[in-house]
C-alpha cells in the first residue's frame, strides 16, 4: 500500500508571499497525483491533475510539479481565498484497480 | 451544471445500516464512473468505494469490503451506498465524487452527508 506524507503539517504565510507545500510517496506513482483544496464546511476541490495540470477553471497561481516519489504544489501570490487546507491524492492509471490514497494535508494559514 | 446531492446520513446504531443516495445532474451519466469518499472529523478524506459508468466494474477500499455495496441506477442517474454492519470508525461525512475524463481524479463533488455510528 502506498503512503502519502504531506509536509509541514501546518504553514503560515502572508498574503501575496508564496507558498510550497510538499507531498511524497512511500512508493514511485509516476505522475498519477492529484492536489485538492478543501475550506472549512466544503468538499475538496480539485486543483491538480497528472502532478501537473491545472483542473478547469483554476488560476493561474497555482502550480504543481514532481513525479515518482517527490511533489510540490506551488501556490506563487498568495490571495485571501487560497488559506485552506491542501491534500494529496495518489491514483493508478485505467485499466489497472482504483486504489486511491489521500494525504494528512497541509493546513495553509495566513501569518 | 454540474451537481451532485447526496441524502441518507443519520444516526445509527452499531451494526445497523444506512443506504445513502447521490443524485446527478448537469452531464451524461453514464460516461463517467463514480465514488463515494468520507471524511472522519478532522481527518483526511478517504477513498471508500467507486463503480464503473455502467455499473458492471465495482471497487472498495478493504475495510468497506463486505460490508458496503455501491451501485448505481443509470435510469434515474443516481448513485448509492448501502453500508450494513456499521462501526464507530465509520463515522465520517460521506461524499460521492466524479471521476474525472482526464485523469483518476475527483473533478465533482457533492456537499457531503454526515453519517454518525454511535449508541
Known amino acids: 500500500e502506498v503512503v502519502m506524507t504531506q509536509s509541514p503539517g501546518t504553514l503560515s504565510v502572508s498574503p501575496g508571499e508564496r507558498a510550497t507545500l510538499s507531498c511524497r510517496a512511500s512508493q514511485s506513482v509516476g505522475t498519477n497525483l492529484g492536489w485538492y483544496q478543501q475550506k472549512p464546511g466544503q468538499a475538496p476541490r480539485l486543483l491538480i491533475y497528472?502532478?501537473?495540470t491545472r483542473a478547469t477553471g483554476i488560476p493561474a497561481r497555482f502550480s504543481g510539479s514532481g513525479s515518482e516519489t517527490e511533489f510540490t504544489l506551488t501556490i506563487s501570490s498568495l490571495q485571501s481565498e487560497d488559506f485552506a487546507v491542501y491534500y494529496c491524492?495518489?491514483?493508478?492509471?485505467?485499466?489497472?484497480?482504483?486504489?486511491?490514497?489521500f494525504g494528512q494535508g497541509t493546513r495553509l494559514e495566513s501569518k | 451544471e454540474v451537481h451532485l446531492l447526496e441524502s441518507g446520513g443519520g444516526l445509527v446504531q452499531p451494526g445497523g445500516s444506512l443506504r445513502l443516495s447521490c443524485a446527478a445532474s448537469g452531464f451524461t451519466y453514464t460516461n463517467y464512473a463514480m465514488t463515494w469518499v468520507r471524511q472522519a472529523p478532522g481527518k483526511g478524506p478517504e477513498w471508500v468505494s467507486a463503480i464503473s459508468g455502467s455499473g458492471d466494474a465495482t471497487y472498495y477500499v478493504d475495510s468497506a469490503k463486505g460490508r458496503f455495496t455501491i451501485s448505481r441506477d443509470n435510469s434515474k442517474n443516481t448513485l448509492y451506498l448501502q453500508m450494513n454492519s456499521l462501526r464507530p470508525e465509520d463515522t465520517a461525512v460521506y461524499y460521492c465524487?466524479?471521476?474525472?475524463?482526464?485523469?483518476?481524479?475527483?473533478?465533482?463533488w457533492g456537499q457531503g452527508t454526515l453519517v454518525t455510528v454511535s449508541s
Open positions: 491524492q495518489k491514483y493508478d492509471n485505467w485499466p489497472q484497480d482504483p486504489m486511491y490514497t
Open positions: 465524487a466524479r471521476e474525472s475524463s482526464s485523469a483518476r481524479t475527483f473533478d465533482y
Open positions: 497528472g502532478a501537473s
